[in-house]
């Protein structure tokens, strides 16, 4: 539904030429909620901007639906207004000046199309009832609170039926309970309506709960892309891995080869030999990084069998509520693990940790 | 040369613009600050500057134009009112005239400032062309004239130019008083053009509004406030400043109020004078309150959140 090729984008700063852009390629099925995520500055917002034509890119294509919006080697840029889109800015971009009932209405008498007054009232109505907002309609748009005004831009964004939905982080204004909640119903509430979304934001809770695809993004340059799932549990190098929840990185070498039926190899470690699921065309030598999840680390008890375990001295232990964060000292390095919050770990105990094999991932190392 | 200076650092100060964006999408609320036990000294201390500035002022002016001459208030002065300056006013055929002038200088000089106001400071905030700064500075330059210097080179200029025919009538009060309020008006102007969130007009491009149609829709309301109270700004001030029509008018048929009422006190008709005056004052204060009412009906309409 939408599709970018090769994207590129320069921009001029105070100092320098930036090259925010560098290549992207999407490809996102009719219906997908995709998510870019990244960084402040990675260039997810530059993308999703260029999809709207908000900015023109220096180099690529842009499809949205079956129509090219935009085309470096065809020169040709459709403009904001004639592209197939639906917007929600950071901002809510409400407009001050007029009721809940016009801000929902503008859209759509812009459209080429006019509408007769039912058939309008009537799409307002619809949008409005499907942000739960029905019954303000005569509210003055500045007097709704962030969540409403939130809720207003995207019935706005919405009531022309686009054919694409573009989310440029629509939650970040909010306070972190409104933001859980909205999470789901904005998830739920684009599924219901069956429309394609792409959504921007630098926060991984959002992308992970939220998504059908998730493509991480860093300077510029997509360092990953695929489901949550994915993303989370087998991130493809330190930049994912580091950015999407917490992770341990603990360095080795690779000992022995992956074996045919598991891919499970073993890497020598200052602290001790590990099995880890090995990337392809490792070879024994080669430089590794192990990333192992806070919560994926168990502490070995009596009837645990005898194998990836090391051996630490427990350093601290933080009570998170849900939680506890213990931090262990493996020979120099400090482990981050999550235990259950009733485990019984006391700082200054030596305690054995184990590291079930197909949750510790070897990335190759510099 | 101070005024070169100053305006040299505001520029300066103005150039990084987001900074300045208050009409964002959100949030865009008025605040009220409670102020406690001051209310009622702060209350007194408003009423007390409003009656030394307005009130203690127009009252004398009122007073003086009932009177046949100039004395000091006294039983007898009051049981002496007369209506006859006011009549006198009617009578007098260079008062209709002025009056006529006046309006029509006046409105033409309001609505051409803030259309050329509007229009350069679009170029100087929104634009990415090379002498937008040195447009800037040029608009607010006549801020460091003196009126009364600034009349005499419009004299000169007038008299020289021949392709313009304006010299003596009130259109060369018009272009001096347009020159003159340009820098006051771009000043309003960029203020409210920077305070209009870009967001409000990208939201509108998404939502398949052309740019012209965004421009009616989204961006011109978003100013009208800011249009009506330069235009306002400029009636009150073109009606009562007299120095530069005194230097570009020539002939009784080209008089406007300010002149008329200086001549006239020149000549002794001070009743008279504070006559017109008053009638000015008047009619001024209802046009402030017409143009305001319309101007900000809509936020006046907007109720409170709960």
């Not at chain 1, 997908?32 to 023109?56: D, H, I, M, N, Y």
């Not at chain 2, 965004?214 to 109270?229: A, N, Y």
């Not at chain 2, 001030?237 to 048929?253: C, K, N, S, T, W």
Request: aromatic share 10%.
């Amino acid at each position: 539904m939408i599709k970018v090729q090769n994207l590129h984008m320069y921009y001029q700063s105070e100092h320098s030429r930036v090259h925010a852009v560098r290549g992207i390629d999407l490809d996102i099925k009719q219906g997908q909620f995709f998510t870019l995520l990244g960084p402040s500055g990675c260039g997810k917002t530059t993308t999703l901007r260029s999809v709207a034509g908000l900015e023109t890119p220096q180099q690529g294509e842009i499809f949205v639906g079956d129509v090219r919006v935009f085309s470096s080697t065809a020169r040709k840029v459709v403009p904001p207004y004639e592209r197939d889109i639906g917007m929600v800015f950071q901002s809510y971009a409400i407009w001050p000046h007029m009721n809940v009932f016009e801000n929902v209405a503008f859209p759509l008498r812009e459209m080429k199309r006019k509408l007769s007054q039912r058939e309008l009232r009537a799409k307002v109505e619809q949008a409005l009832a499907l942000v739960h907002l029905d019954g303000l309609a005569d509210r003055p748009a500045p007097f709704l609170s962030g969540g409403q005004q939130q809720r207003l831009a995207l019935a706005r964004a919405l009531v022309k039926e686009p054919s694409v939905l573009l989310l440029d982080e629509p939650l970040s204004n909010l306070d972190a309970k409104l933001r859980e909640e909205t999470r789901f119903e904005l998830r739920e509430l684009v599924k219901r309506v069956g429309i394609t979304t792409l959504y921007v934001t630098h926060d991984q809770l959002e992308a992970l709960t939220m998504s059908d695809v998730v493509a991480v993004m860093n300077q510029g340059q997509i360092a990953q892309q695929g489901s949550p799932v994915e993303i989370y549990q087998s991130p493809q190098d330190r930049f994912v891995a580091n950015f999407i929840g917490l992770t341990n990185f603990i360095e080795g070498r690779v000992k022995s080869s992956a074996s045919k039926e598991t891919s499970e190899g073993e890497v020598e470690t200052a602290s001790g030999n590990l099995r880890c699921v090995l990337s392809d065309g490792m070879k024994p030598g080669d430089a590794v990084i192990i990333v192992i999840r806070p919560e994926d680390i168990q502490v070995a008890g009596d009837f645990t069998p005898r194998r990836n375990l090391l051996k630490g001295k427990v350093d601290a232990v933080i009570f998170m509520g849900n939680s506890l964060e213990c931090q262990v000292l493996v020979g120099a390095q400090r482990l981050r693990t999550k235990l259950h919050p009733s485990s019984a770990v006391q700082p200054g105990q030596i305690i054995s940790l184990e590291f079930p094999p197909d949750r510790c991932r070897a990335l190759r190392g510099l | 040369m101070i005024a070169l200076v100053t305006t040299f650092f505001y520029t300066r100060l103005i150039s990084r613009v987001e900074r300045f964006t208050i009409i964002t999408g959100k949030g865009y609320r008025p605040k009220q600050i409670d102020l406690g036990r001051w209310r009622y000294p702060a209350f007194c201390l408003i009423l007390l500057y409003l009656f030394l500035a307005i009130l203690l002022p127009f009252f004398v002016l009122l007073y003086v134009s009932f009177l046949s001459y100039l004395q000091a208030p006294s039983v007898a002065a009051f049981a002496a009112f007369t209506l006859k300056n006011y009549r006198f006013l009617a009578q007098y055929g260079e008062v209709a005239t002025a009056l006529k002038n006046t309006l029509l200088m006046v409105l033409v000089t309001a609505t051409t400032t803030v259309f050329l106001s509007f229009l350069v400071s679009l170029v100087v905030v929104r634009s990415k062309f090379w002498g937008r700064k040195l447009l800037d500075q040029l608009a607010f330059l006549p801020h460091a004239i003196p009126g009364i210097v600034m009349g005499i080179a419009f004299f000169w200029v007038f008299l020289k130019v021949d392709f313009l025919p304006v010299y003596g009538t009130i259109w060369a009060m018009s272009i001096g008083f347009t020159a003159g309020f340009l820098s006051y008006g771009t000043r309003s102007m960029n203020a409210a053009i920077l305070q209009v969130h870009k967001d409000l007009e990208e939201a509108a491009y998404v939502s398949g509004a052309r740019p012209w149609r965004t421009l009616w829709r989204v961006f011109m309301p978003l100013m009208m406030p800011t249009f009506v109270g330069v235009w306002i700004w400029v009636v009150l001030h073109a009606v009562r400043i007299a120095e530069l029509p005194l230097m570009l008018y020539e002939g009784p048929q080209n008089q406007v109020l300010s002149i008329l009422i200086w001549n006239m006190w020149d000549e002794g008709y001070v009743p008279a004078v504070a006559a017109i005056g008053t009638l000015l004052m008047l009619s001024l204060l209802l046009l402030t309150l017409a143009v305001r009412y319309i101007g900000f009906r809509r936020q006046l309409a907007a109720p409170p959140v709960a």
